[in-house]
């Protein structure tokens, strides 16, 4: 053993954990000249590289998991036995990781019959030194002691032995107690079901350890009780699974991991195989000695320069203000007039934006440099804040100036919530949450904290962090403005601080900044994505909130009577299901519908298909094959289909009637749908039924004022006229272009018959046809859906190709493309990424090749409807009509319509709705009236 080193730790990375998460953080569209992704290469590359920077050690390794089973397997066959399996794109960047990692002379350690946390472990203990053991895996805590600490440089967090108990409750040699009762879904680790976080550390606090609590077992009460006395068999196994062994024979000391010599050659070889420009430039910069390459492939492909991917802005210190005199505020609002931009954000009272109002607001014009203006925190001992109505008359000039430029996140809602004080937030040149979304919709998730801690690795103090959770959470007015710092007894223990309202807004309006400074690099050179985000998505944030606040009239009491009418029909469902079934069971339960369904000795109904664990499926696709047949799942189905439009819609609409407005304001969300379609919340509008009798009615609730009627205005088939347009196939083209029924149409190709001799069987077997193939369905889903042979499915599709070559060259064609560009477009430059269109297995590369097909088609259909919408609303905003535009779902907008200006209305609506897209074929609009929605549809 060497001295102890007291100067420099050893870095010990858990190469493993860090592989997974960069695969799944970062943008699949980085890929190398040959396509292969590369996202997980650079997230582990750039993590190595901020480590050596940061801590300059002497002493690194880089463990990784070997391939196969180790000793755990044999403790427990199951373990890990539930995770699926690992996706093709991750497995092809190992062996390169690992190569490029050699060859950047890191010691790389891989044990077979190990894994990486076991060689962390024992390389840890056997080191007489301080010890830094970079990782995101939360077993990695129970070997913190006074020399080992955990860094993760992905949520740049850092954990001693303080920091352990801080964020997990508990200390380090409890770490193993508290995981074993938890379990672990991911690893199939039994631990006590319905144990969670909370519970775990509150069973340690009280009884210490996972053996007294096991002794004390008869003690617990109630269900958890119950399930923690049927766990003691597996706990002890839980506990040997997730300890970390410590003892392992290795075959390098911890003091001899050193660094290798680089090897250059090799390494710029690799660099320019797998896309790394700038790595490789920075290499053949530096180097004595010339680097000999091949000529063609240099400059190829995407290093992360290559798509735009600035460096990110390191936080360090902050300096964030609190505003709470008037000399503080001018010099504020002085410097936000002369910005270039500055980031805007509002607290609030709640997240109801009809409801909500300001509590404070935040700025920041500089990364790092931001403040917090309170203005109605009312908890007692708060101090002064400057007048509420004077200081926003004060920024109403400012908020409502535009050429004064803005960015946030999620301004649709600031921008509602100040119009509850009559200001309308007017020059919004930027929202980070559209930036992301347009940059990559595949990543469904684009709120702040997560942008935060994916592409800056920071952290943010979080709404329960200063609000506290569940019914003790406190409204932002009533948190403290300034952070909480408690001392501690103990000289050698640091204070704990608590960050307050000002810390947590001012760190909200810095980091939308950094956002912005992030995604606007990457954004902007991308021609086709910048004009989308610009021309369409950030216009529309205004129009959303404008429908939104608009609102729709619902008649409550037809809602009261049709809830009592869907309870008498499902009794009466229940009633035969228990009579045929031959006693009661819960319907909602899968393993009692299994009993009843498929045991001999009950329905003995057939068995369709098994689930993985071997039991019959009731699964819902079983269920309605089954119903074909048989009455009780018929019967179950009605069941649970009335069951839910009782409980989403009949029960719950009337309580989201706004008491101020008598209006429901639903949400529209605009970065969910990965194609671009616009979703619903609170109430969600786009899964209302319209092809049956209780939908319908549910939509006759939807009624329009005294003295208007409810227009609909829909977009007829657009999805195949944006087919017909993108394959330019003549015999579509053509059709849509003389008006012709397009299912008649292709029914008379199909089944040779004159145009006029189509039968109501045939012209529905063609729109099967027309829509399954836009798609992706099969021969076999066509089939099914048609009940008819595979053989006369496949027969049809044939005869549809033949009469329309284009459809099938155009599909050929983008299959192609999309293997090639690992993405599809819309016509207005909307990109969907599709990580899976390359992949070895064969069912994952499937459904991506059926997105590439459809996904155009449904996200130029989606950005029409957008690009229609904002015509819509500007002329509405003119000021010239009493119409208002109440709703969009789907292909369809509705709107409030003045009786008396009806046909003037409806005019203009069409006419900006036809003239959103120039394509081959004509946009045609189909428009109904009525007392109600249904009646209008």
């Known amino acids: 053993m060497s001295d102890k080193n007291t100067s420099k730790p050893l870095v010990l990375v858990d190469g493993s954990s860090y592989l997974f998460r960069a695969f799944y953080a970062l943008p699949s569209s980085l890929t190398s000249p040959d396509g292969m992704q590369t996202n997980a290469?650079?997230?582990?590359?750039?993590?190595?590289?901020?480590?050596?920077?940061?801590?300059?050690?002497?002493?690194?390794?880089?463990?990784?998991?070997?391939?196969?089973?180790?000793?755990?397997?044999?403790?427990?066959?199951?373990?890990?036995?539930?995770?699926?399996?690992?996706?093709?794109?991750?497995?092809?960047?190992?062996?390169?990781?690992?190569?490029?990692?050699?060859?950047?002379?890191?010691?790389?350690?891989?044990?077979?019959?190990?894994?990486?946390?076991?060689?962390?472990?024992?390389?840890?203990?056997?080191?007489?030194?301080?010890?830094?053991?970079?990782?995101?895996?939360?077993?990695?805590?129970?070997?913190?002691?006074?020399?080992?600490?955990?860094?993760?440089?992905?949520?740049?967090?850092?954990?001693?032995?303080?920091?352990?108990?801080?964020?997990?409750?508990?200390?380090?040699?409890?770490?193993?107690?508290?995981?074993?009762?938890?379990?672990?879904?991911?690893?199939?680790?039994?631990?006590?079901?319905?144990?969670?976080?909370?519970?775990?550390?509150?069973?340690?606090?009280?009884?210490?350890?996972?053996?007294?609590?096991?002794?004390?077992?008869?003690?617990?009460?109630?269900?958890?009780?119950?399930?923690?006395?049927?766990?003691?068999?597996?706990?002890?196994?839980?506990?040997?699974?997730?300890?970390?062994?410590?003892?392992?024979?290795?075959?390098?000391?911890?003091?001899?991991?050193?660094?290798?010599?680089?090897?250059?050659?090799?390494?710029?070889?690799?660099?320019?195989?797998?896309?790394?420009?700038?790595?490789?430039?920075?290499?053949?910069?530096?180097?004595?000695?010339?680097?000999?390459?091949?000529?063609?492939?240099?400059?190829?492909?995407?290093?992360?320069?290559?798509?735009?991917?600035?460096?990110?802005?390191?936080?360090?210190?902050?300096?964030?203000?609190?505003?709470?005199?008037?000399?503080?505020?001018?010099?504020?609002?002085?410097?936000?007039?002369?910005?270039?931009?500055?980031?805007f954000d509002t607290e609030t009272t709640s997240l109801a934006y009809m409801d909500a109002r300001v509590v404070g607001m935040s700025f920041c014009i500089k990364a790092g440099t931001a403040a917090y203006l309170p203005l109605a925190h009312d908890y007692v001992g708060v101090p002064q804040q400057l007048n509420f109505d004077a200081t926003l008359a004060k920024l109403k000039p400012l908020l409502v100036d535009p050429t004064i430029l803005k960015v946030g996140q999620n301004l649709k809602y600031d921008r509602s919530v100040l119009l509850n004080h009559d200001i309308e937030l007017k020059g919004i040149a930027h929202d980070t949450m559209l930036e992301s979304y347009v940059l990559d919709s595949v990543s469904n998730r684009h709120d702040m904290d997560t942008l935060c801690e994916k592409h800056l690795g920071h952290i943010n103090v979080k709404f329960e962090d200063v609000a506290g959770k569940g019914k003790k959470q406190l409204t932002f007015n009533q948190i403290q403005i300034d952070d909480v710092v408690q001392e501690s007894d103990d000289p050698d223990v640091e204070a704990t601080v608590t960050r307050g309202a000002a810390y947590y807004a001012a760190e909200d309006a810095d980091m939308t900044l950094r956002l912005h400074n992030f995604?606007?690099?990457?954004?902007?050179?991308?021609?086709?994505?910048?004009?989308?985000?610009?021309?369409?998505?950030?216009?529309?944030?205004?129009?959303?909130?404008?429908?939104?606040?608009?609102?729709?009239?619902?008649?409550?009491?037809?809602?009261?009577?049709?809830?009592?009418?869907?309870?008498?029909?499902?009794?009466?469902?229940e009633q035969d299901i228990y009579e045929s079934a031959g006693g009661e069971f819960n319907l909602g339960s899968p393993k009692q519908i299994q009993e009843i369904f498929f045991n001999e000795d009950k329905l003995n109904l057939p068995v369709i298909r098994k689930t993985p664990k071997g039991q019959p499926s009731t699964a819902e696709d079983v269920l309605q094959e089954l119903a074909e047949e048989h009455d009780v799942p018929r019967w179950l189905l009605e069941h649970r289909g009335l069951s839910k439009l009782k409980s989403t819609y009949t029960d719950k609409l009337p309580l989201e009637i706004n008491p101020q407005t008598g209006r429901v304001h639903t949400s529209y969300h605009q970065a969910v749908a990965a194609t671009g379609r616009l979703s619903s919340s609170n109430p969600n509008l786009q899964n209302i039924p319209v092809r049956n009798a209780e939908g319908r009615r549910i939509r006759q609730s939807f009624v329009a004022p005294e003295g208007f009627k409810i227009l609909a205005a829909d977009y007829s088939q657009i999805e195949l006229r944006i087919m017909a347009h993108l394959s330019g196939d003549d015999g579509l083209v053509e059709a849509f272009s003389q008006g012709k029924d397009i299912h008649r149409a292709t029914a008379a190709e199909i089944f040779e018959v004159g145009l006029d001799d189509v039968q109501t069987e045939q012209r529905r077997a063609a729109k099967a046809v027309n829509f399954g193939l836009i798609y992706g369905m099969s021969a076999f889903g066509l089939a099914k859906q048609l009940k008819v042979s595979r053989t006369e499915a496949a027969e049809y599709v044939t005869k549809y190709f033949k009469r329309y070559p284009g459809v099938k060259h155009y599909m050929e064609d983008t299959r192609e493309k999309a293997k090639e560009d690992g993405y599809v477009e819309t016509l207005f430059g909307r990109r969907l990424y599709l990580p899976e269109i390359n992949a070895k297995n064969a069912m994952r590369r499937q459904y991506a090749e059926r997105t590439a097909i459809n996904a155009p088609m449904q996200g130029t259909a989606a950005d029409i409807i957008k690009v229609a919408m904002i015509g819509v609303n500007d002329w509405l905003r003119e000021g010239t009509s009493n119409t208002t535009m109440i709703m969009q779902v789907h292909d369809e907008l509705v709107f409030e319509v003045a009786e008396d200006e009806i046909e003037a209305v409806q005019s203009k609506i069409i006419e900006r709705m036809v003239n959103a897209a120039k394509l081959d074929v004509p946009l045609v609009v189909d428009t109904g009236l009525g007392i109600n929605w249904d009646e209008a549809h």
């Open 41 to 343: 290469i650079h997230g582990v590359l750039n993590m190595l590289d901020r480590l050596r920077k940061d801590y300059q050690p002497d002493h690194m390794a880089v463990i990784f998991d070997a391939k196969g089973k180790t000793f755990r397997n044999d403790m427990f066959p199951e373990y890990k036995a539930t995770r699926p399996p690992m996706p093709d794109e991750l497995r092809d960047q190992i062996e390169p990781l690992h190569k490029i990692i050699e060859a950047q002379g890191y010691p790389m350690i891989v044990m077979p019959g190990v894994e990486a946390d076991d060689v962390i472990g024992t390389m840890s203990k056997l080191y007489d030194g301080d010890v830094i053991i970079s990782t995101g895996d939360k077993d990695m805590a129970q070997l913190v002691d006074d020399q080992i600490s955990l860094i993760n440089t992905m949520s740049n967090s850092f954990h001693d032995r303080a920091g352990v108990i801080e964020k997990y409750g508990v200390p380090p040699e409890r770490i193993r107690d508290y995981l074993a009762l938890m379990g672990d879904k991911v690893d199939n680790i039994p631990g006590v079901p319905k144990v969670g976080p909370k519970t775990a550390v509150k069973w340690l606090t009280e009884y210490d350890s996972l053996e007294a609590i096991m002794q004390n077992a008869d003690k617990f009460g109630g269900k958890i009780g119950e399930n923690l006395r049927e766990s003691l068999e597996f706990l002890p196994l839980s506990y040997e699974l997730v300890t970390i062994k410590c003892d392992l024979e290795l075959d390098v000391s911890p003091e001899y991991l050193s660094f290798n010599e680089e090897n250059k050659q090799l390494l710029a070889e690799l660099y320019q195989k797998y896309g790394f420009r700038t790595r490789l430039s920075n290499l053949q910069s530096t180097s004595d000695t010339p680097i000999q390459l091949k000529p063609e492939a240099v400059g190829s492909n995407s290093d992360s320069e290559e798509i735009g991917i600035p460096e990110i802005e390191e936080i360090k210190e902050v300096d964030y203000q609190t505003i709470l005199t008037e000399e503080q505020l001018d010099s504020w609002i002085a410097d936000l007039k002369d910005s270039k931009l500055f980031a």
């Open 519 to 573: 995604f606007w690099p990457q954004l902007k050179p991308r021609q086709s994505q910048e004009k989308l985000y610009r021309e369409i998505e950030v216009p529309l944030l205004k129009v959303l909130s404008d429908i939104e606040r608009n609102g729709v009239l619902v008649n409550a009491e037809m809602l009261a009577k049709q809830s009592e009418e869907l309870t008498v029909r499902m009794k009466e469902l």
